[in-house]
């Protein structure tokens, strides 16, 4: 039976790819790792179904650890990470060394086990930064000017994935996912942040929602979606190369915003909240999604306000 090891279980986007994995791949073992003292909440519903081992993504002993004990298995997603940019500003060390370190004690024990399994090194949109309108669509060889310690610590874990695989020879993909939405989506992400906001408000909660910047522009794409185009990647040999995952429109946070306030149950009013800028905040990302098309049959079947429905009715039943 083909074997896969998927790092941070309990993360958003690990959860789902356990979800797709159990409902597509129904003959495929699944191994994933979580941290000490994790929220498993994203995996409650499906946690007799998998084996979770526990895991200390920064101690590489730990890491190695957990691949000598499992031993070979076809495919790794490593998922695990700091993924929140305000928090970067704020714990920049803790970002790099999760992020960083952890890439390279992963791709280290990987290398060890057996350099033919194919590992997925999960990148971000951020890694791109600052970005002029006129570079949109965003290509893979667009120059990478990140603007946070986390699009930083993300640049570095995509270029070790790239050393790797052309030192050793090693099966490494990077994924740069654009921005991800749906259910699961943590609250401290701005689109479930709204959610939540509204859902309270629903619930008796003060009529405000609070917000920081709503000029940024994202390119959306439904997690489940994310994880479908991931295992579709993950069918192919790879050299360190890197793709795009995202839709190619672009939606700015005003929209989402108003699209969720459009399905409250109550009237919504608008407050800026100061403690919600950042530092600095990247602009427009809108990525180019023709080299996934180009591997792949995948195509979204999610539409935007569907995804953007489907996390405010999350919320909905969680507050």
Not at 58 to 65: A, F, I, K
Request: glycine content about 6%; charged content about 25%; proline content about 4%.
């Amino acid at each position: 039976m083909p074997k896969v090891l998927i790092t941070g279980a309990d993360g958003f986007v690990a959860s789902h790819m356990i979800d797709y994995i159990l409902l597509h791949q129904h003959r495929t073992d699944v191994i994933a790792t979580y941290r000490r003292l994790s929220d498993m909440k994203n995996i409650k519903h499906c946690m007799k179904d998998i084996t979770l081992i526990e895991m200390e993504l920064t101690d590489p002993l730990s890491v190695e650890s957990v691949f000598k004990q499992v031993g070979y298995v076809d495919k790794v997603f490593h998922m695990a990470a700091q993924t929140f940019v305000p928090t970067s500003w704020q714990s920049p060390q803790s970002t790099i060394e999760t992020n960083i370190l952890g890439t390279m004690n992963v791709l280290e024990a990987v290398r060890k086990v057996d350099k033919g399994i194919f590992v997925a090194i999960s990148g971000s949109s951020e890694e791109y930064g600052k970005v002029y309108p006129h570079e949109c669509p965003i290509k893979e060889e667009q120059s990478l000017r990140p603007l946070s310690p986390y699009g930083v610590s993300k640049v570095a874990a995509d270029k070790l994935g790239f050393q790797y695989a052309q030192s050793y020879g090693m099966n490494v993909l990077v994924t740069r996912a654009f921005n991800m939405t749906g259910p699961r989506r943590a609250e401290a992400f701005v689109d479930s942040n709204f959610a939540k906001q509204i859902a309270t408000i629903e619930k008796g909660g003060k009529y405000i929602v609070q917000h920081g910047n709503l000029d940024a522009i994202r390119d959306f794409t439904d997690v489940r979606d994310t994880v479908n185009a991931y295992w579709a990647l993950s069918e192919k040999k790879w050299h360190g190369d890197v793709i795009n995952v995202c839709t190619g429109v672009g939606h700015s946070m005003d929209e989402v915003l108003t699209v969720l306030s459009s399905m409250a149950k109550t009237p919504i009013v608008r407050q800026i909240d100061q403690n919600r800028m950042r530092p600095s905040d990247v602009p427009i990302l809108i990525g180019d999604n023709t080299k996934l098309k180009m591997y792949t049959s995948w195509y979204p079947s999610y539409g935007w306000e569907e995804s953007l429905e489907d996390l405010l009715c999350y919320w909905r039943e969680n507050v």
